[in-house]
């Protein structure tokens, strides 16, 4: 018997099974979706033991020298786990979050790369997330390069992608082989569709599965427990997935 | 300490100054960056620690910009920062792309009066490859990680001319207060003037407050102090005042177009100043 | 946060271990340096941050200690350590010398992640002579003053297995306060283990005290807190107590000798133990 | 008329007047003896805007970061004067705080180099003191060069010696040349009475002038308003030389 569910539940608990699929002491947030956020909560509603830093939280902000102890932090190899977005992410899981045209983004001008050419070598793994799943975003080769997927020898590298999530898949990243393989696809999507979506070419190993609704349980975690520790930072998103009122 | 009006610290910034700002989560001079409209400033090269916000778009907005070095520009939940996007494509601003813990290194290396300081990361990125103040080195040193050697770059000493932030307060002898915003104190290390506004100014001596003093940037390094009550917002003040989103958002659809941003600052710019002639 | 107790985080050391302190103006911890002349600690390797002070010495003279890095050891007004010299002379011990930036520097290029970092200064000092570890590069970056290029030093990062210092207090949390002594969070972040000894614990979370976040270190750092009342003594602890010049006096004066310092230890260091055993 | 005076009041009057000779913002006084410390109250409470950075004062220290805000604030070029003494200083200005025999002080061990080997390079310029002056500490040749007076071109080096300050004379330092010369010798003391006592050779030109005694105004000031400057952080040295009683 399965109890309806929101497309961003969807994702927060799938992103919340990769983060347990690793043992995982400490997970950095930044200025990433809340989703990321959601299933970090989850995993900590579940009883897992993991540390969260959440950069944007304004009460009991954990970093007491500036915004710089965030990347110290990663620098010394305490952050386990980061997330990344960009407004092209590749095949070789390079990503791309100044633009398109040419340099520095003639045509479309992104924010800016952030921490990325950073966070993503220094921290111990990373999960790419996207809800946008089309050809403009996942692309054969991004335009520019703000940071990424795999690295040269002699260049010190802790960690790559662990995966990406988008609003149609799970692709599962090979730093060896620098490619994505597709791990499961959600409901209403296939190979042939989540293929047709996606610009850059990936390996599909044998029956790739759907991935699994969240369970009953992890509902009532997210909607209840997960929504009040994010209310503060994410208002809006908990008024519209959770259907919860922002508070007066 | 006597506290300068806010008109003329703006104009004691000159045209073509680089001014390093933090971003809206970490106390940014929002009133400051409006008087620098006020005045017409020209040519800033404004120096985002580590990205830029709301204050940046609206300088820009306003023509008084001519570089931006920064991590990104935005304005967080509102979306893209308009102005700077429009600048950009129509060629009126160029801007030297870093990320953030680069932006952090460059000045930390100038806080320790060193020309460099290394990073990692960085090398693979086409950042790099459009930064030619930027080295690749062999590291000297031996990583058991990397048997083969290591490659790291090296990041130059980044000096602002100025360095401008909204503190809570500042104390009798000119010591300002700025809680865990701890960026703030490494951009007054590292930049030739400090001009500090503050929503108040207080009597005592904040570094003899064991409670207060780590919080505290010695005024030994401070040039300026200007009070301006509310003077970060819409941005938040630790505490004292919240992130305005509405009023944000409400910027964000308003910049979308140079005669939109021209009526957003003729109401929130300009407007104070009206009145205060008044 | 459960606090474990002093003796436990005593043991918890193991011989050999490298253990960064603070020195005796930036809450040392002597009740914890007793607790491991107690447990008989030995071949640890003391690292000076930047200096070291009365617990270096006492560690010295129990026998506990094979290596200080530092860049002095000093009882302040009460003069030379009497123990480190006799230890030094008597070649019980070596000593790796450095200044304080560059303890600063090795600690804080731990604390960022980086192989290295580089000093200006060092150059024809006969301490580099003595600093393998310490490499001259000529810096890639242009330096005005010097036309004909920089030669400059680069120093390595010093990760050290063990911090400890003595705060003020810990919270429901773990997280610590140790208010403008940041060079205790310096050397939290970065060692590979974090012990902190406190004069008591307090209900709450002093990250959400934007009063108290900026003298906090996160317990994200922190491996284990234990209860010493009067932990630091007799160095001071910031408005808590003062400094005990004349215990200070006494205990010169006592060390001057191997004897007098096995009298001062049985009084001041293993005299707690039999009463709490009685 | 003269008034009677301390020698630690002569010494504290000739060096605020080498503060006094050159445009000085800001000081830091470390480790070093009070004397300085005085000196540099005294040229306070004379008027002079001077900023002074008291690394041992324990209320109010000026230094947020913690210890190495001294050394930091010192690289950035804002630190005008600092303070040096050593176990053995030379001709050259070269100062030994390590030791004598062989390395590291296997004769005589002293404490260590503190922030001699930065601090020297990096201040605007440093003003020695040491009281003893004799053969054994002001040397031909330091055993071990804990800071140089001079540096090789190629190095960075803001400042040098400006004089050093004894029990018997004052000494103007020549960083072109690496030398001493005698500035002025305290009451008491001649030319040949300082070259008897001091290990290196110096320069004497011309008529060598006596320290001028401190005035009856310049007392007024170390023994009332310096004094109680100096209380909390000296209270030993103002009770011996001012005669001011240790606070119960």
Same mark, same amino acid.
């Given at each position: #018997?399965?109890?309806?569910?929101?497309?961003?539940?969807l994702?927060?608990?799938?992103?919340? +099974?990769l983060?347990?699929?690793? @043992?995982?002491? $400490?997970?950095?947030?930044?200025?990433?979706?809340p989703?990321? /956020?959601?299933?970090c909560?989850?995993?900590?509603?579940q009883g897992?033991?993991?540390r969260l830093s959440?950069?944007h939280? +304004?009460s009991?902000?954990?970093f &007491?020298?500036?915004s710089r102890?965030?990347?110290?932090?990663?620098?010394?190899?305490?952050?386990d786990?980061?997330?990344?977005?960009?407004?092209?992410i590749d095949?070789?899981a390079?990503?791309?979050?100044? =633009? &398109?045209?040419?340099?520095?983004g003639?045509?479309?001008?992104?924010?800016?790369s952030f921490g990325?050419?950073? #966070?993503?070598?220094?921290?111990g793994?990373?999960?790419l997330?996207r809800e946008?799943h089309?050809?403009?975003v996942?692309v054969?080769?991004?335009?520019?390069?703000?940071a990424?997927?795999?690295?040269?020898? =002699?260049?010190?590298r802790r960690g790559?992608a662990?995966?990406?999530?988008?609003?149609?898949?799970?692709f599962?990243?090979?730093?060896?082989r620098a490619?994505?393989?597709?791990?499961?696809v959600?409901?209403?999507e296939s190979v042939e569709s989540?293929?047709?979506?996606t610009?850059f070419a990936?390996?599909?190993? !044998?029956?790739v599965p759907?991935? @699994?609704?969240?369970t009953?349980?992890?509902l009532?975690?997210l909607?209840g427990?997960?929504c009040?520790?994010?209310r503060e930072?994410y208002p809006?998103?908990?008024? +519209?997935?959770?259907?919860?009122?922002v508070?007066? | 300490?006597?506290?300068i009006s806010?008109? /003329?610290m703006?104009?004691?910034? @000159?045209?073509?100054a680089?001014?390093?700002?933090?971003p809206d989560?970490s106390?940014?001079p929002v009133?400051?960056?409006?008087?620098?409209?006020r005045r017409?400033a020209?040519?800033?090269r404004l120096?985002?620690v580590?990205?830029s !916000?709301f204050?940046?778009?609206i300088?820009?907005?306003a023509?008084?910009?001519?570089?931006v070095?920064t991590s990104a520009?935005?304005?967080g939940?509102?979306?893209f920062a308009? +102005?700077?996007? /429009?600048a950009?494509r129509e060629?009126?601003?160029?801007?030297?792309?870093a990320?953030?813990?680069a932006?952090?290194?460059?000045?930390q290396?100038?806080?320790?009066g060193?020309?460099f300081m290394?990073?990692r990361?960085?090398i693979?990125?086409?950042l790099?490859a459009h930064?030619?103040?930027?080295k690749?080195i062999?590291?000297?040193?031996?990583?058991?990680?990397?048997?083969g050697?290591?490659?790291?770059v090296?990041?130059?000493a980044l000096?602002?001319?100025?360095?401008?932030? $909204?503190?809570v #307060?500042a104390?009798?002898?000119?010591?300002v207060?700025?809680g865990r915003?701890?960026?703030c104190a490494?951009?007054a $290390?590292?930049?030739r003037?400090v001009?500090? &506004?503050?929503?108040?100014?207080v009597?005592?001596?904040f570094?003899?407050?064991e409670?207060?003093?780590?919080?505290?940037?010695s005024?030994?390094?401070?040039?300026?102090?200007a009070?301006?009550e509310? !003077?970060a917002?819409?941005?938040a003040?630790?505490?004292?005042?919240g992130?305005?989103?509405?009023?944000?958002m409400?910027? %964000?659809?308003?910049?979308k &177009?140079?005669?939109?941003f021209?009526?957003?600052?003729? %109401?929130?710019?300009?407007?104070?100043?009206?009145?205060? /002639?008044?």
């Amino acid at each position: #018997m399965s109890v309806p569910f929101r497309p961003e539940e969807l994702l927060a608990t799938a992103i919340a +099974r990769l983060i347990r699929a690793v @043992p995982t002491r $400490h997970i950095a947030v930044g200025a990433a979706s809340p989703i990321p /956020a959601a299933a970090c909560w989850l995993c900590v509603k579940q009883g897992d033991p993991i540390r969260l830093s959440l950069l944007h939280k +304004r009460s009991g902000n954990p970093f &007491t020298e500036g915004s710089r102890e965030l990347f110290d932090l990663t620098g010394q190899g305490r952050v386990d786990l980061f997330f990344l977005g960009g407004g092209e992410i590749d095949g070789q899981a390079n990503l791309n979050l100044i =633009g &398109t045209g040419a340099w520095p983004g003639m045509t479309v001008r992104f924010p800016g790369s952030f921490g990325s050419a950073f #966070m993503y070598y220094m921290a111990g793994r990373t999960v790419l997330f996207r809800e946008e799943h089309s050809p403009r975003v996942l692309v054969e080769r991004v335009a520019h390069i703000s940071a990424p997927g795999v690295s040269a020898p =002699g260049v010190f590298r802790r960690g790559h992608a662990q995966a990406l999530v988008t609003g149609r898949c799970v692709f599962r990243f090979h730093p060896e082989r620098a490619r994505f393989s597709l791990a499961s696809v959600h409901p209403g999507e296939s190979v042939e569709s989540v293929r047709a979506m996606t610009g850059f070419a990936f390996d599909v190993e !044998g029956e790739v599965p759907e991935t @699994p609704a969240p369970t009953q349980a992890e509902l009532a975690l997210l909607r209840g427990p997960v929504c009040d520790e994010m209310r503060e930072t994410y208002p809006e998103f908990c008024a +519209r997935v959770f259907g919860r009122k922002v508070a007066a | 300490m006597t506290p300068i009006s806010l008109e /003329a610290m703006a104009a004691s910034i @000159p045209d073509g100054a680089s001014l390093a700002l933090p971003p809206d989560n970490s106390l940014p001079p929002v009133a400051l960056a409006k008087a620098l409209i006020r005045r017409g400033a020209r040519g800033l090269r404004l120096i985002g620690v580590p990205i830029s !916000g709301f204050a940046t778009d609206i300088l820009i907005g306003a023509g008084c910009v001519a570089e931006v070095e920064t991590s990104a520009v935005t304005l967080g939940e509102a979306g893209f920062a308009p +102005r700077f996007t /429009a600048a950009l494509r129509e060629g009126r601003i160029t801007i030297r792309d870093a990320t953030c813990p680069a932006m952090h290194t460059m000045l930390q290396a100038a806080e320790k009066g060193v020309p460099f300081m290394p990073l990692r990361g960085l090398i693979g990125s086409d950042l790099l490859a459009h930064r030619p103040d930027w080295k690749v080195i062999e590291s000297p040193f031996a990583e058991p990680a990397l048997p083969g050697g290591e490659k790291i770059v090296l990041l130059p000493a980044l000096h602002p001319d100025v360095a401008a932030f $909204h503190a809570v #307060m500042a104390d009798s002898h000119g010591n300002v207060w700025v809680g865990r915003r701890r960026e703030c104190a490494t951009i007054a $290390h590292a930049s030739r003037r400090v001009l500090v &506004t503050v929503e108040r100014v207080v009597e005592g001596n904040f570094l003899e407050d064991e409670r207060l003093c780590p919080g505290a940037i010695s005024a030994a390094y401070i040039e300026a102090v200007a009070v301006a009550e509310r !003077g970060a917002q819409p941005a938040a003040l630790l505490d004292e005042y919240g992130f305005d989103s509405a009023a944000v958002m409400e910027y %964000a659809r308003a910049a979308k &177009t140079e005669g939109g941003f021209a009526e957003w600052c003729a %109401a929130h710019v300009f407007a104070g100043r009206a009145a205060a /002639a008044a």
